[in-house]
């Protein structure tokens, strides 16, 4: 048998909990000393204690944890609700880390606040371009929703293009669209420039037209685009042009470092 400071210690909880548990009659003692009162538990009594701080993350309260002891639930069925609470759990830290990651972006929007220069931005004619692309819907045009979509657009793309046995594709050129849902959904086309003749399967082929664009070349994440994003904007309105359209995105260096990355913000504008 184990003394109730031993038994907390092999449990990984506290004598205070333990103490807890045996008040409320959700573990007992397999003895107490009639002289001492101490207590004494026995090394099968692992197995409940693990069953009840599982339950416990599970979100269940004591005396839910209690009654579905009572029932005997089997290892089995423990492991299949443990595995559902890991996924939500998952889940909701990764929400979080969205959050989070969103919240940052406004962030650094807000410290650049006119500190970022507009020198750098150009009123240049973009020509035709060829693309193969894959399409998908984001849930919005904000960095959060559209990373998420457009990476795995991205993977498939290249995939196929290189299955297809087409050479000589790239840069990357994303596009978007309203998806006409009156949501705020829009349309994510994750595009190659390829050469003439180029196919793949189940890839499509198009030619975005030529455009006049205020641009602007963004060092850095695409997370972190939007301060990149509203200084062009700012340049667009105190500069005699309005914005007709989603900006297109030339990532014209595209390292494994994201921190690396080098896009050109093409914003197609015409005079206001």
Same mark, same amino acid.
């Given at each position: 048998?184990?003394?109730?400071?031993?038994?907390?210690?092999? %449990?990984?909880?506290?004598? *205070?909990? =333990?103490?807890?548990?045996?008040?409320?009659?959700?573990?007992?003692?397999?003895?107490?000393? #009639?002289? $001492?009162?101490?207590?004494?538990?026995?090394?099968?009594?692992? +197995?409940?204690?693990?069953?009840?701080?599982?339950?416990?993350?599970?979100?269940?309260?004591?005396?839910?944890? %209690? $009654?579905?002891?009572?029932?005997?639930?089997?290892?089995?069925?423990?492991?299949?609700?443990?595995?559902? *609470?890991?996924?939500?759990?998952?889940? @909701? =830290?990764?929400? !979080? +880390?969205? *959050?989070?990651?969103?919240?940052?972006?406004?962030?650094?929007?807000?410290? $650049?606040?006119?500190?970022? $220069?507009?020198?750098? &931005? &150009?009123?240049?004619? &973009? #020509?035709?371009?060829?693309? !193969?692309?894959?399409?998908?819907?984001?849930?919005?045009?904000?960095?959060?929703?559209?990373?998420?979509?457009?990476? #795995?657009?991205?993977?498939?793309?290249? !995939?196929?293009?290189?299955?297809?046995?087409? /050479?000589?594709?790239?840069?990357?050129?994303?596009?978007?669209?309203?998806?006409?849902?009156?949501?705020?959904?829009?349309?994510?086309?994750?595009?190659? /420039?390829?050469?003439?003749?180029?196919?793949?399967?189940?890839?499509?082929?198009?030619? =975005?037209?030529?455009?006049? !664009?205020?641009?602007?070349?963004?060092?850095?994440?695409?997370?972190?685009?939007?301060? /990149?994003?509203?200084?062009?904007?700012?340049?667009?309105?105190?500069?005699?042009?309005?914005?007709?359209?989603?900006?297109?995105?030339?990532?014209?260096?595209?390292?494994?470092? *994201? @921190?690396?990355?080098?896009?050109?913000?093409?914003?197609?504008?015409?005079?206001?």
């Amino acid at each position: 048998m184990f003394t109730i400071g031993d038994f907390a210690r092999h %449990g990984r909880v506290s004598v *205070r909990m =333990l103490r807890h548990y045996d008040a409320i009659g959700l573990l007992r003692p397999a003895h107490v000393d #009639p002289h $001492s009162g101490y207590r004494f538990y026995e090394a099968d009594q692992l +197995a409940r204690l693990n069953r009840v701080i599982a339950l416990k993350e599970l979100g269940f309260t004591l005396e839910q944890v %209690g $009654s579905i002891l009572d029932e005997q639930v089997g290892a089995e069925e423990l492991r299949g609700m443990l595995r559902l *609470r890991q996924a939500e759990l998952e889940t @909701a =830290l990764a929400e !979080a +880390a969205g *959050r989070l990651a969103r919240v940052g972006a406004r962030l650094r929007a807000i410290e $650049s606040e006119g500190h970022m $220069s507009t020198q750098d &931005v &150009v009123i240049k004619k &973009v #020509p035709p371009v060829r693309l !193969a692309e894959l399409s998908g819907v984001a849930a919005s045009f904000g960095p959060g929703d559209i990373g998420p979509v457009i990476q #795995p657009l991205y993977d498939e793309l290249c !995939a196929r293009l290189e299955a297809a046995g087409v /050479t000589g594709f790239g840069p990357g050129i994303a596009y978007y669209e309203d998806a006409g849902r009156g949501d705020g959904s829009v349309v994510v086309h994750a595009g190659m /420039t390829v050469p003439a003749g180029a196919a793949a399967e189940g890839v499509d082929l198009v030619v =975005l037209p030529a455009l006049e !664009a205020a641009t602007v070349v963004h060092r850095g994440s695409m997370d972190d685009i939007l301060p /990149t994003a509203q200084t062009l904007a700012t340049w667009i309105d105190t500069n005699g042009y309005r914005s007709v359209g989603y900006a297109r995105e030339l990532y014209l260096e595209c390292p494994e470092d *994201r @921190a690396k990355w080098v896009t050109e913000i093409q914003e197609p504008v015409v005079p206001a």
